[in-house]
Every structure is written in C-alpha cells, then in structure tokens.
T-cell receptor
Framework: AQSVTQPDIHITVSEGASLELRCNYS??????LFWYVQSPGQGLQLLLK??????LVQGIKGFEAEFKRSQSSFNLRKPSVHWSDAAEYFC????????????FGKGTRLHILP | DVKVTQSSRYLVKRTGEKVFLECVQD?????MFWYRQDPGLGLRLIYF???????EKGDIPEGYSVSREKKERFSLILESASTNQTSMYLC???????????????FGSGTRLTVV
C-alpha cells in the first residue's frame, strides 16, 4: 500500500543552523513527491515537488529536496534556517493515474531556537 | 494570485446542527478535496470530486456529505454536528495528475470548527 513516513514528529534547531527533515515513502513505481509547509492557523503551502529528471529539486524559501530511489526517500534540506521557518512540514506522494489523490505524511513540527 | 477560499476561518456550532463549509477556487481546477486535520493524525481525506456533480468517499466520510454543483465550488456538509467533528477542515484543489507540471494541491486557509 502507498504510504509516507516522517519519522520525526518534532525537530528543534538553532537559528542559522542547517536543517534536514526526513521522508520515506512506499510505492510500487516512481511517484510524484511533494513537500508542503503549514504555518500556525494556516493552510498548506507547496514548497517544492519532484516528478522526474534531476533528483535535486529547488523550492521556495531556500529549501531543496533530494529524491533517492534506492532509499525511497525525499528529504528536505535548508542550509541555514531562519526564525520564520518555524512551522509544520508535510511530505506527500501522489500518483500518475486517474486517482489523483495525494497521500500526506503526519508532519514534522520544526522549532527554531534563537 | 490564484486562490482557494474557505468562507469561514472560525465556526462554533451546537451539537445536532447542520453545518455547511464552503470552498471556492478560481483556478478552473477539475479536482477538489476536503480534509480534516487533527493533532497527531495528520490530514485525513473526507471526500473528493473530479468533476461537477461527481463525488467520491475518502478515508473518513462517515457523518459528512458534499455537494459540487459548480466547478469552482465544493461544499462540505455535516448533517448533524457532533463534538467529535471539532477539527480543522482544509479544502484543496488541483488539476489532474496527468497534467504533471501543474499537478499539486492548492490549499485554502482552513476552517477551525468547534462543536459544543
């Protein structure tokens, strides 16, 4: 069955430090992969997405993610976090067939220390 | 700027009331979705729609129904609100997955519903 796992429920990093949020997926073929961010009390905003081609994907707000087929992973990275990055981050996987649903992980909440 | 608009940010309703949550998108998207979001449970799909007057059940449809009379509008209906339906409700829309470059959900800002 298709699934998305974000193993870290909470992560705390200091402002200016690097960040990596982990995402593993289970799917029988190459999926569409997404990262979304949700600020408190808001909806989800798309950070970046991967469909095919270059496995390193650049997104908004200085984020990037790398698709590693052998590890079934799509980890999100940022070289230097800002206090405004504190939010909840969701990894998601979609499919190419008529069933257009996207499956979301349970999210990782990022806390930033000043 | 393209948008998914949910009519209310906050709602407080009484147990047993019929509740309507409205969602409108201005992107001419074919697909629309309703999720509820609860701490520790992530996003759970309630209903979705691929086209006008079409609807399909998601993972947790019990206690809910939907209506899609126009392409841009997708309504979620709580037939008889209960306290366990207190939650954040998120609407999303998308083009079909086959459109690839344009595929991906656009979310509304959410409606936080409290049933008392």
């Amino acid at each position: 069955a298709q699934s998305v796992t974000q193993p870290d429920i909470h992560i705390t990093v200091s402002e200016g430090a690097s960040l990596e949020l982990r995402c593993n997926y289970s799917y029988g073929a190459t999926p569409y992969l997404f990262w979304y961010v949700q600020s408190p009390g808001q909806g989800l905003q798309l950070l970046l997405k991967y469909f095919s081609g270059d496995t390193l994907v650049q997104g908004i707000k200085g984020f990037e993610a790398e698709f590693k087929r052998s590890q079934s992973s799509f980890n999100l990275r940022k070289p230097s976090v800002h206090w405004s990055d504190a939010a909840e981050y969701f990894c998601a996987v979609g499919r190419m067939n008529r069933d257009d649903k996207i499956i979301f992980g349970k999210g990782t909440r990022l806390h930033i220390l000043p | 700027d393209v948008k998914v608009t949910q009519s209310s940010r906050y709602l407080v309703k009484r147990t047993g009331e019929k509740v309507f949550l409205e969602c409108v998108q201005d992107m001419d998207h074919e697909n629309m979705f309703w999720y509820r979001q609860d701490p520790g449970l992530g996003l759970r799909l309630i209903y979705f729609s691929y086209d006008v007057k079409m609807k399909e059940k998601g993972d947790i449809p019990e206690g809910y129904s939907v209506s899609r009379e126009k392409k841009e509008r997708f309504s979620l209906i709580l037939e008889s609100a209960s306290t366990n339906q207190t939650s954040m409700y998120l609407c999303a829309s998308s083009r079909p997955a086959g459109s690839q470059a344009n595929y991906g959900y656009t979310f509304g800002s959410g409606t936080r519903l409290t049933v008392v």
